[in-house]
């Protein structure tokens, strides 16, 4: 069993940043994929963002490429979410994830985090 924590969240203004964590606990991190979604109300989660069990990978949906960052300290266990030149758009409740391997779907992911709400005000 995994246990995802997240933290971080809050109410930013549009252009503003917020740095997202999420502590692992349980089975091994180090040998995790991790991935961050989120769900707005009314809208099916998203994807984010992934990175692989060794960070040497990564993968983020177009709407954050050059804005958001993913990284993980498998000492710390635990994975970050950099959010700059943030929108009122990014606004959503974020979850984190945990999986075998490295992916993008919703579906494949094993472990959830109850997730932490970001506010984005224009």
């Known amino acids: 069993q995994v246990q995802l924590v997240e933290s971080g969240g809050g109410l930013v203004q549009a252009g503003g940043s917020l740095r997202l964590s999420c502590a692992s606990s349980g089975r091994t991190f180090s040998s995790l994929g991790m991935g961050w979604f989120r769900q707005a109300p009314g809208t099916e989660r998203e994807f984010v963002a992934a990175i692989s069990w060794n960070g040497g990978s990564t993968y983020y949906t177009d709407s954050v490429k050059g804005r958001f960052t993913i990284s993980r300290d498998n000492a710390k266990t635990t994975v970050y979410l950099q959010m700059n030149s943030l929108k009122p758009e990014d606004t959503a409740v974020y979850y984190c994830?945990?999986?075998?391997?490295?992916?993008?779907?919703?579906?494949?992911?094993?472990?959830w985090g109850q997730g932490t709400q970001v506010t984005v005000s224009s």
């Open positions: 994830a945990a999986r075998s391997g490295y992916g993008i779907y919703t579906s494949t992911y094993n472990y």
